[in-house]
T-cell receptor
């Protein structure tokens, strides 16, 4: 059973427009969420995070929104640039006694068209 | 410090052979994680170390898998009697203790079992 879902395997957006990537989770114990970006032949790179005490976090062109009641978060990229073309992973964690192990979604491939 | 380093980048092995991967984390990071990623999926948690102690293992980590971090610095992941289903990208990540914002991933080791 997938605890973190990204139902859109791919998304294409025109340069300069907004990209919206969605993520849904099922475990109500998750209280910390991250987005990672991955280019081919590289490891995932941390992009932005949000904790469950917030509903929005912004960093430059990237904004993450969290709707706890719907167990849904989204990543907005405005304006989108061709260099943003990559696979984006949503990840979630629930604090436990040992540490912070993240559960990743399957990813959404974003293509920003010039 | 150039980030998390993984060696080798690629490994092709025959079914039944043993393979070992190495991960050198960021030097001041005390936590080290191993993840596995297959095509079309996000990274899946395998195991995690805090310093030299292996604190958690996923059920994905069968008896054929063993990980060590003998001096709390680099880590090795060994797979014995490899099977074709072991073919995947093996990602290592490190972080600086609890409360760290996400992990820093290495570029991964791609294993192909033929």
């Amino acid at each position: 059973d997938q605890q973190v879902k990204q139902n859109s395997p791919s998304l294409s957006v025109q340069e300069g427009r907004i990209s919206i990537l969605n993520c849904d989770y099922t475990n109500s114990m998750f209280d910390y969420f991250l987005w990672y970006k991955k280019y081919p032949a590289e490891g995932p790179t941390f992009l932005i995070s949000i904790s469950s005490i917030k509903d929005k976090n912004e960093d430059g062109r990237f904004t993450v929104f969290l709707n706890k009641s719907a167990k849904h978060l989204s990543l907005h990229i405005v304006p989108s640039q061709p260099g943003d073309s990559a696979v984006y992973f949503c990840a979630a964690s629930a604090w436990d006694n040992y540490g912070q192990n993240f559960v990743f979604g399957p990813g959404t491939r974003l293509s920003v068209l010039p | 410090d150039t980030g998390v380093s993984q060696n080798p980048r690629h490994k092709i092995t025959k079914r039944g052979q043993n393979v070992t991967f190495r991960c050198d984390p960021i030097s001041e990071h005390n936590r080290l994680y191993w993840y596995r990623q297959t095509l079309g999926q996000g990274p899946e948690f395998l195991t995690y170390f805090q310093n030299e102690a292996q604190l958690e293992k996923s059920r994905l980590l069968s008896d054929r898998f063993s990980a060590e971090r003998p001096k709390g610095s680099f880590s090795t992941l060994e797979i014995q009697r490899t099977e074709q289903g072991d073919s995947a990208m093996y990602l290592c990540a490190s972080s600086l203790g609890q409360g760290a914002v996400g992990y820093t991933f290495g570029s991964g080791t791609r294993l192909t079992v033929v």
